[in-house]
T-cell receptor
Framework: RKEVEQDPGPFNVPEGATVAFNCTYS??????FFWYRQDCRKEPKLLMS???SGNEDGRFTAQLNRASQYISLLIRDSKLSDSATYLC????????????FGKGTMLLVSP | EAQVTQNPRYLITVTGKKLTVTCSQN?????MSWYRQDPGLGLRQIYY???????DKGDVPEGYKVSRKEKRNFPLILESPSPNQTSLYFC??????????????FGPGTRLTVL
C-alpha cells in the first residue's frame, strides 16, 4: 500500500524561528522525492526536489534518508510569507510518474 | 506564459446533471493528471494520461471519465454527479522524459459543489 505520512499540524511559530517538517514513506521502491507548497485555496507548487545527498535552497534545506524512508524539510529564519501547507510528495517512476502526496502540514508564522 | 488552465473555477450543480471540467496546458507536456483534494484526505489521483489517446485510472476513478484527444487538453467528465463528488479538483501536467524528477505543474483548481 502506498502511503506518505507527515507530521500533523498546524505548526505555529514566530517570525525568525527554525521549523522542521518530517515525512515518512512506505514504498521502498520510491525513486524521487519533493516538497510542494500550497497556499490556502491555491494550487500546489514545487518548492524543492529532495536529493540523496541533501540539498539547500536559501533558507530551505531538504534531507533524504532512503534506509529509514524518511524525508525532512528545514526552514530557517521563518518569514510571514512562509505560512502555507507543505506537502511531502513521493514519486514511483516506471516510465511515467506516479506521485503520492502526503496530507500536508500547515505552517503559520506569526509576527 | 507557461501554464495549466482549468474551467470553470467554481461550479455549483445538482445531482445527476452531467458536467465537464476542462483542462489545458501550453507546455507541450505528455503527461496530464486529475486530482481531487478533500479535507483530511489530501490529494488523490482520479485519472492520468501518458499521451494522446492513452489514459488510465488513478486511485479514485469511480464516477469520472476522461479523454485525451489532443496533447494540450484533458477534460474531466462527471456523467451523473453526486454530492460525494463535491471537492476541489486540480489538473496537472509534466514532461515524461527519462527522469523521475519532472516537476508537475498544477492548474488553479475547480471548486465543485454538487447539491
Amino acid at each position: 500500500r502506498k502511503e506518505v505520512e507527515q507530521d500533523p499540524g498546524p505548526f505555529n511559530v514566530p517570525e525568525g524561528a527554525t521549523v522542521a517538517f518530517n515525512c515518512t514513506y512506505s514504498n521502498s521502491a520510491s525513486q524521487s522525492f519533493f516538497w510542494y507548497r500550497q497556499d490556502c485555496r491555491k494550487e500546489p507548487k514545487l518548492l524543492m526536489s529532495v536529493y540523496s545527498s541533501g540539498n539547500e535552497d536559501g533558507r530551505f534545506t531538504a534531507q533524504l534518508n532512503r534506509a529509514s524512508q524518511y524525508i525532512s524539510l528545514l526552514i530557517r529564519d521563518s518569514k510571514l510569507s512562509d505560512s502555507a501547507t507543505y506537502l511531502c510528495v513521493v514519486n514511483m517512476y516506471s516510465g511515467y510518474s506516479t506521485l503520492t502526496f502526503g496530507k500536508g502540514t500547515m505552517l503559520l508564522v506569526s509576527p | 506564459e507557461a501554464q495549466v488552465t482549468q474551467n470553470p473555477r467554481y461550479l455549483i450543480t445538482v445531482t445527476g446533471k452531467k458536467l465537464t471540467v476542462t483542462c489545458s496546458q501550453n507546455m507541450n507536456h505528455e503527461y496530464m493528471s486529475w486530482y481531487r483534494q478533500d479535507p483530511g484526505l489530501g490529494l488523490r489521483q482520479i485519472y492520468y494520461s501518458m499521451n494522446v489517446e492513452v489514459t488510465d485510472k488513478g486511485d479514485v476513478p469511480e464516477g469520472y471519465k476522461v479523454s485525451r484527444k489532443e496533447k494540450r487538453n484533458f477534460p474531466l467528465i462527471l456523467e451523473s454527479p453526486s454530492p460525494n463528488q463535491t471537492s476541489l479538483y486540480f489538473c496537472a501536467s509534466s514532461f515524461q522524459e527519462q527522469s523521475s524528477y519532472n516537476e508537475q505543474f498544477f492548474g488553479p483548481g475547480t471548486r465543485l459543489t454538487v447539491l
